[in-house]
């Protein structure tokens, strides 16, 4: 049975019912059903071949290629006939987001570009030309494999000098579904490549090793094998699939089926298709059987004791007893002072404070080794990296926190979960909230840093203004010996005070350069901070929301179905015989149907995901 | 196969191996400007007396005292799989040192010159054991004496190659590697970080830094790590504080040029432009100053050819066009695919000699008149980039031996001056007034520089004139001032004439005394050609007083005229100008 007849007889059945609330709720699993969007992150370290990869994937020149110029800004490549390319473009001040703010929300300013031009404006070539900041590429082309919802998301590299791009990489990484890992067969994963890994897997854990150029390298079988040991010694077992964008390339342009399995592309294709495409929709159709299971247990809830009722009218009594019980227990859960309530109220105020602790102490860490760096150097010559280098230190501090943010909200939902029957806790909507997606970017730019620096005059003057009282200090005081004013002591006095006012003067402005350098820190930091601390609380309140209403949502279909039941219960009484076997019938009906759908529903849900 | 080691010399092989250049003999010419070896021992010697009571500053002293007298130490560093085995057999020009696929090198080997080959194992408890050299298919393989890796300070191989007759080499593991210590390790021999002991340097403690005195170190990409790394070297082996920012001890390499771009034909033209963005780049620059395109595989290969890899060659190029495109497509295919011409086997030893770059352009070479294997041989290795990177070892570093080992040893001693107060009150002064008097050190700088393309403003012919009279050549006056060569590039040419008069020298010396003068007084210079016009002044000034020395006592001048050692005598001929 296909998901969408499945699910549309199960809204047939809850409609007959008149359960509006249970309808609405299956709407909402065809529409998750209906939006395949799958997206795949290409990642690694720069010129390891990714853009290359995404080329030959899509058999397309859509990411730039080149020697030496690595890439810079993110290109997605998806579905789309006819083909067509925009670039999408940052309408605020540089130096905020990333591929994040660009991959969650909305994009504020597109632009389409010709698809054949489009590579051109993603590399280190592109960027002097290019005026406007552009946050991604995208380009949409018919694909048969872009067909089912995939979504390839080609990366810059990490490990390069200019340090930027790499943490646009690292807050993408939570909105991905799937992570493509790629490292050439020149040489073995190192321990930077490694430890890059092992962060990523913790923001996505679905990820594949992919060894590119093996036809340049003799040896690349041995590289795989290490690799794959070095994988397995790090508790990663990811599958290592070595692959050839060049041969990939001219398999496609001379029909050489035999050059196209030698390049190994035909079982990353499989991977794409079955493991990660076929994996994602598993696991939607799992949700989906899930939220079916639940309205046909609440359907039957209704039913089985109205149908038992029915046909011993003696049992009545008994079955009310039941029904009211458990009507009473499901409104116990609804009240505020349920103990799930308490729970997750609880859990979150202490989340709360935790989060807001950790956040202030790691920014606080970050100002401390700032200051020290300032300290330790001129601002004037390092301002130019220190802008960079602080973004990032911020980042990878946040990013640790968020992600602690979502492992524990994970822990809490489980710990209120545990008040419910299992399946309502498994169709529990999951939350994203380790994405550091978009949340510096209301931040203002960081402050420019005023140089104090001194023209040439400006020097002269300084040094002039120290001599002149020299001069007259000693001009003066000779005089009274009788030599004129200016005379070689006064000069001579002038120059030495003239220097010191200006070697003074230099050491006050390399003062008060650091004091403002680590000014412009604090108020970005502060800034950050407060914006960061009003986000995540935003997010973890949406999140107490989401399941309070869930469960809200879960406990009131609960009691419905319990409500109702006790009045068809008390119909049955006063009900004649002819009606009652027609109703006994029609309930058999509904019932054997409800039975039936449970049934698929298990066996969906049984399938491995 | 296990062989056990010839007795004595490279192994035999058909095709010639290039004889390193060798730099003429030291003590023909030394004209020192102001000696700072001599004053850098003579401070050493002074701060061995001072420290004496203190047994830990004394060890350092004595440490950075032996290494003066030690050959110059170079290390061959970069990233795990770089081709840093490859690159130093390449310089030995034999294959010596073990290469793989994977990650081969996990102890710090030093190639030291000697008569025979020997091993020994140096450990980190301070033991030393003799190891037996066993040869597996030429290649050195060690079994550690039942060591394992971590306990193994060092392996010091003693090999008759003429390039370590002018430094010892240094194969380094990987840096950023799994095996994390083995990168620990080589990062301590090139960087340590503060407080930590690096113990492959011997008794060394972090005073006296650095255990090499010099780097070849081998990028494929500008990552970030690499330059940190350089840039810990450069702060700890300059002794001069901060604002120079002209390492002369880094020879930069782009390894593995040919797999630039996949490994085409043009690679090496792509990996050449590559390797000059790289030296521009801003970043790069204040670490680096040159940096080199390198295909080691292609170096090694061609510097050992064999007559029967030859035969193979002209066998797969005999083959017609399509049949042999057909397997060169991929590496995988053209070490299994079936041929009838050249067997799979053959091709497999090719593939693992030359690299596919390497037979591409042995295709290409072969029809073009390179169909000897003396011939090919040599035009593959000119290609390959080896030579120009030899010819700058030697320019920068064997010629400069004596200064590179002054300079790290004055490193050492001004942090140990700079860790506490000093028993002798006088010994700091004594510290600053030779390292503001090395104005040999100044040049050795303006050299790397203009080695570099770095200064703006001067004119090809002014820069190699400006390289002369640096010393890039030879320190002996009539050699800075270009009175002796025919050819300024090739030392090794120089005719044997008679050395100019007492007389030329002194007008040669004003003629370019005047003209750099002009150049230092140029008001719109921008500051490095100004600073480079300064330094030549006063190399033409000391010049000048040589001259005049020798021509009031009537002496030729190719006898060595050496200002006495001591920072004192050090500083004396430019009082004048500073």
Not at chain 1, 370 to 392: C, H, S
């Amino acid at each position: 049975m296909k998901i969408e007849e499945f699910v549309d007889r199960t809204v047939a059945l809850a409609a007959d019912a008149h359960r509006t609330d249970l309808v609405e709720r299956l709407e909402r699993a065809r529409r998750r059903w209906a939006d395949p969007a799958v997206r795949v992150l290409v990642v690694g370290e720069f010129k390891q071949g990714k853009s290359a990869l995404v080329n030959a994937l899509v058999t397309a020149p859509v990411c730039a290629v080149d020697v030496e110029a690595a890439t810079t800004v993110p290109t997605v490549v998806k579905y789309g006939a006819p083909p067509t390319a925009r670039l999408v473009l940052a309408d605020h001040t540089p130096g905020d987001v990333g591929l994040a703010g660009a991959l969650g929300d909305e994009p504020t300013r597109s632009r389409p570009v010709p698809l054949d031009q489009l590579a051109g404006f993603a590399s280190e070539r592109a960027h002097p030309d290019t005026v406007e900041r552009v946050l991604y590429a995208e380009a949409a082309i018919p694909r048969a494999i872009l067909d089912g919802g995939l979504e390839i998301v080609d990366t810059p590299g990490v490990g390069t000098l200019t340090s930027g791009y790499a943490g646009a990489t690292a807050s993408a990484l939570p909105a991905a579904d799937a992570l493509l890992f790629v490292s050439d067969a020149s040489r073995e994963l190192t321990a930077p490549e490694l430890a890059f890994l092992t962060t990523a897997l913790r923001s996505c854990p679905n990820a594949a090793c992919i060894i590119t150029k093996t036809d340049a390298h003799v040896e690349w079988p041995r590289i795989v094998e290490i690799d794959r040991g070095h994988l397995h010694r790090a508790g990663l077992d990811l599958p290592v699939i070595p692959v050839s964008s060049r041969l990939r390339d001219l398999a496609i342009r001379h029909q050489d089926a035999e050059l196209h399995d030698e390049s190994g592309f035909p079982e990353l294709v499989r991977h794409l298709r079955e493991d990660i495409v076929g994996q994602a929709r598993r696991l939607t159709a799992r949700t989906v059987a899930n939220d079916v299971l639940s309205v046909t247990d609440n359907l039957r809830a209704g039913w089985q004791p109205e149908l038992s009722a029915l046909e011993d009218p003696r049992r009545l009594p008994d079955v009310l007893r039941t029904l009211e019980q458990a009507q009473a227990e499901a409104q116990a859960l609804r009240e505020r002072s349920a103990r799930w309530q308490i729970a997750l109220g609880d859990g979150m105020g202490d989340l709360v404070s935790d989060l807001e602790h950790d956040v202030r102490e790691r920014l606080r860490i970050v100002t401390r080794d700032a200051e020290a760096a300032i300290d330790a150097d001129d601002p004037a010559t390092m301002w130019d990296e220190f802008g960079g280098w602080l973004d990032e230190r911020v980042n990878s501090a946040l990013s640790e926190s968020f992600l602690w943010a979502e492992e524990s909200t994970r822990w809490l939902a489980q710990q209120v979960a545990e008040h419910f029957s299992a399946s309502a806790a498994d169709a529990m909507p999951v939350a994203q909230i380790s994405d550091t997606t978009g949340v510096l970017e209301r931040v203002p730019a960081m402050a420019t840093l005023d140089m104090h620096t001194v023209r040439l005059s400006q020097k002269l003057l300084v040094g002039m203004r120290g001599s002149y009282g020299g001069v007259l200090m000693f001009g003066l005081l000779t005089g009274m010996a009788g030599m004129a004013l200016i005379n070689p002591i006064s000069i001579g006095a002038g120059v030495l005070l003239g220097g010191k006012a200006y070697v003074e003067d230099r050491q006050n402005r390399l003062a008060r350069r650091r004091a403002d350098a680590k000014n412009v820190v604090r108020r970005r930091v502060d800034d950050i901070q407060f914006q960061v601390l009003k986000v995540m609380k935003d997010r973890l309140r949406l999140v107490q929301r989401t399941m309070r209403d869930h469960y809200t949502e879960v406990a009131d279909q609960l009691q419905r179905s319990m409500a109702d039941s006790i009045v068809s219960a008390k119909a049955v009484a006063k009900q004649g015989a002819a009606e009652r076997d027609q109703r006994i019938a029609e309930l058999k009906r509904s019932l054997a149907t409800a039975d039936q759908l449970a049934q698929g529903g298990r066996r969906l849900m049984g399938q491995p995901a | 196969m296990t062989t056990p080691i010839p007795p004595s010399g490279p192994v035999t092989q058909t095709a010639p191996t290039r004889p390193v250049t060798q730099a003429p003999p030291t003590t023909q010419a030394t004209l020192r400007i102001s000696g700072t070896p001599e004053a850098t021992r003579a401070l050493l010697a002074a701060a061995a007396r001072a420290y004496a009571t203190d047994p830990a500053a004394a060890g350092t002293v004595h440490a950075l005292q032996g290494r003066l007298d030690e050959p110059l130490r170079v290390a061959i560093a970069g990233r795990l799989k770089a081709g840093k085995s490859t690159l130093l057999n390449a310089l030995l020009g034999e294959e010596v040192a073990a290469t793989d696929a994977g990650e081969c090198t996990l102890v710090s080997t030093w190639y030291v010159h000697g008569p025979t080959p020997s091993a020994r194992l140096f450990l980190l408890d301070g033991g030393i054991q003799p190891l037996v050299l066993r040869r597996v298919e030429g290649r050195l393989s060690f079994d550690l004496a039942g060591h394992a890796p971590p306990e193994v300070a060092r392996i010091e191989v003693t090999w008759p190659a003429p390039v370590l007759a002018q430094m010892t080499l240094i194969d380094t593991p990987g840096l950023g590697s799994l095996t994390t210590e083995a990168s620990q390790r080589a990062q301590d021999l090139v960087a340590p970080a503060a407080g930590r002991v690096a113990p492959t340097a011997g008794p060394a403690t972090p005073a006296t830094g650095p255990g090499v005195d010099a780097l070849i170190f081998l990028l494929r990409h500008r990552h970030a790590a690499d330059l940190e790394v350089l840039e810990d070297f450069r702060r700890q082996s300059d002794p001069s504080t901060g604002a120079e920012n002209q390492p002369t001890n880094v020879i930069g390499v782009l390894s593995r040029a040919d797999e630039v771009g996949g490994g085409g034909l043009d690679a090496l033209i792509k990996s050449q432009d590559m390797a000059t963005a790289y030296a521009r780049d801003p970043r790069v620059r204040p670490v680096c100053q040159r940096v080199l395109p390198l295909a080691g595989l292609v170096a090694q290969g061609a510097q050992t050819l064999r007559q029967t890899e030859f035969e193979s060659l002209r066998r797969l190029a005999a083959m017609p066009r399509e049949r042999r495109e057909l397997l060169l497509v991929s590496a995988r295919r053209f070490i299994t695919a079936p041929d009838p011409d050249v067997a799979p086997e053959e091709r497999r030893a090719l593939a693992d000699r030359l690299g596919l770059f390497g037979i591409r352009l042995a295709m290409v070479l072969l029809p073009y008149g390179h169909d000897e294997p003396m011939s090919l041989a040599d035009e593959l290795l000119r290609r390959s980039g080896l030579p120009a990177l030899q010819q700058a070892v030697v320019d920068t570093y064997a010629r400069a031996a004596d200064l590179l080992k002054a300079s790290t040893a004055l490193a050492g001693l001004g942090r140990l001056l700079a860790a506490g107060p000093c028993p002798d009150p006088d010994l700091p002064r004594r510290f600053e007034a030779t390292v503001l008097a090395a104005h040999d050190l100044r040049e050795l700088r303006l050299v790397a520089r203009l080695s570099a393309g770095g200064v703006p403003g001067l004119d090809p012919e002014e820069v190699a004139a400006a390289r002369r009279l640096a010393g890039a050549y030879g320190t002996d006056p009539a050699t800075r001032l270009g009175l002796t060569e025919d050819r300024e590039d090739d030392p090794a040419t120089r005719p044997g004439r008679a050395a100019p008069a007492a007389e030329e020298i002194r007008r040669a010396a004003l003629e370019a005394l005047a003209h750099w003068r002009r150049v230092a007084a140029d008001p719109l210079a921008v500051r490095t050609l100004r600073e480079c016009g300064e330094t030549l002044t006063r190399t033409c000034e000391a010049l000048l007083i040589g001259a005049t020395v020798a021509t009031g006592e009537d002496r030729p001048t190719a006898t060595p005229t050496t200002v006495p050692p001591g920072d004192d005598a050090a500083s004396a001929p430019s009082a004048g100008t500073s």
